[in-house]
Nanobody
């Protein structure tokens, strides 16, 4: 199982960006998918989470601006980011708790980071 993140880039304050994280491999199930971010000099923080039933959680500072969603047919999770602020600048990582068809329990998987820069 692998997670491939994409969609980062440079955007002006107030702009929008959509990140994607595609899971590939012999996937039996996906329990939860998450987006984390890590700004320079800061700890990694959980930004958004979506469970298999579609329920979601968000970091307070992104509520109302970010939306996490998933396409089960494509095993892909998205993070739609709007009204972006300079403080949203960070490397964004996707993380998932997935079960491979060859295993009996779920494991943690991380995608590579994708840089989001919000600047004028």
């Amino acid at each position: 199982v692998q997670l491939q993140a994409s969609g980062g880039g440079l955007v002006q304050p107030g702009g929008s960006l959509r990140l994607s994280c595609a899971a590939s491999g012999s996937i039996f199930s996906i329990d939860v998918m998450e987006w984390y971010r890590q700004a320079p000099g800061k700890q990694r923080e959980l930004v958004a989470r979506i469970f298999s039933d579609g329920s979601t959680n968000y970091l307070d500072s992104v509520k109302g601006r970010f939306t996490i969603s998933r396409d089960n047919a494509k095993n892909t999770v998205y993070l739609q980011m709007s009204s972006l602020k300079p403080e949203d600048t960070a490397v964004y990582y996707c993380h998932g708790l997935l079960r491979d068809i060859t295993e009996t329990t779920s494991r943690n998987y991380w995608g590579q980071g994708t840089l989001v820069t919000v600047s004028s």
